[in-house]
T-cell receptor, first 113, second 112 residues
Framework: DAMVIQNPRYQVTQFGKPVTLSCSQT?????MYWYQQKSSQAPKLLFH???????NEADTPDNFQSRRPNTSFCFLDIRSPGLGDAAMYLC????????????FGQGTRLTVV | SQQGEEDPQALSIQEGENATMNCSYK?????LQWYRQNSGRGLVHLIL?????REKHSGRLRVTLDTSKKSSSLLITASRAADTASYFC????????????FGTGTRLLVSP
């Protein structure tokens, strides 16, 4: 009954080689988020979509891009991964933009070699 | 900069005991939410308390919110080994949309 699904669970990529992480949802939620969580740290918001409207956080590096081709799917593209981008990447959804809980996927753990 | 800060950073208790975690934050909020994260996995929403609420219950969970002190507490009663996880508070900031800003979390270990 998974509602927010992230693939793959583990991803190994080479330094500088573009990588794409994917997220799908069966909740039909309007909002989709991408968070980065480094070891023993708090999840940090990278960007979010409200429907097709993309909202980037001011401190999200240009190296990180996102696509949302339809309501169900959202992708995180890392154009040139560096060693510092190794982290857990969490996708989340919420029904609306205010006063609502977020539903998280299981995350993709990215290793950069 | 982080909005929320949990205290303690780590907590170790025996099954059956109560666990209390605290969260302090810096700016005005719309709501405060608590999430649980099992090791290496995604976050699971536990409870949401709005800024005009003072206390909320859900099963064995009790959350309080003191907006004058900018703090919240999460109480887990009669803890179980399965409650072992990291617990995060997240403040819902109203910046045109609800931006959830997470604290660093409390790692709870419940021993059988």
């Amino acid at each position: 009954d998974a509602m927010v699904i992230q693939n793959p669970r583990y991803q190994v990529t080479q330094f500088g080689k573009p990588v794409t992480l994917s997220c799908s949802q069966t909740l039909n939620h309007n909002v989709m988020y991408w968070y980065q969580q480094k070891s023993s740290q708090a999840p940090k918001l990278l960007f979010h979509y409200y429907d097709k409207d993309f909202n980037n956080e001011a401190d999200t590096p240009d190296n990180f891009q996102s696509r949302r081709p339809n309501t169900s799917f959202c992708f995180l593209d890392i154009r040139s991964p560096g060693l510092g981008d190794a982290a857990m990447y969490l996708c989340a959804t919420s029904k609306d933009r205010v006063d609502t809980e977020a539903f998280f996927g299981q995350g993709t753990r990215l290793t950069v070699v | 900069s982080q909005q929320g800060e949990e205290d303690p950073q780590a907590l170790s208790i025996q099954e059956g005991e109560n666990a209390t975690m605290n969260c302090s934050y810096k700016t005005s909020i719309n709501n405060l939410q608590w999430y649980r994260q099992n090791s290496g996995r995604g976050l699971v929403h536990l409870i949401l308390i709005r800024s005009n609420e003072r206390e909320k219950h859900s099963g064995r969970l009790r959350v309080t919110l003191d907006t004058s002190k900018k703090s919240s507490s999460l109480l887990i009663t009669a803890s179980r080994a399965a409650d072992t996880a990291s617990y995060f508070c997240a403040t819902g900031l109203h910046t045109g949309f609800q931006k959830l800003v997470f604290g660093t979390g409390t790692r709870l270990l419940v021993s059988p």
